[in-house]
């Protein structure tokens, strides 16, 4: 049988933490930012777990997933 392989555009956007949550970067921060605002800048910058919906799909491009250290 050969192996499943991870797909390599997803292994770069997420990342695992610890306890097996699947974090991401939140969108908007690449450019545009002087009309934003400091506080919605400092919230965009942070990453956020990703949704239940989405947490089945994104295991299946990341099979061997192991939590960063």
Excluded: C, N
């Amino acid at each position: 049988m050969p192996k499943m392989k991870t797909h390599k555009s997803a292994a770069k956007r997420y990342k695992v933490t610890a306890t097996g949550k699947i974090v991401r970067r939140q969108a908007g921060i690449g450019h545009l930012l002087q009309h934003k605002s400091a506080s919605r800048k400092r919230r965009i910058f942070k990453t956020i777990s990703i949704s239940k919906s989405h947490f089945k799909l994104i295991s299946k491009e990341l099979p061997y997933r192991k939590y960063a250290r």
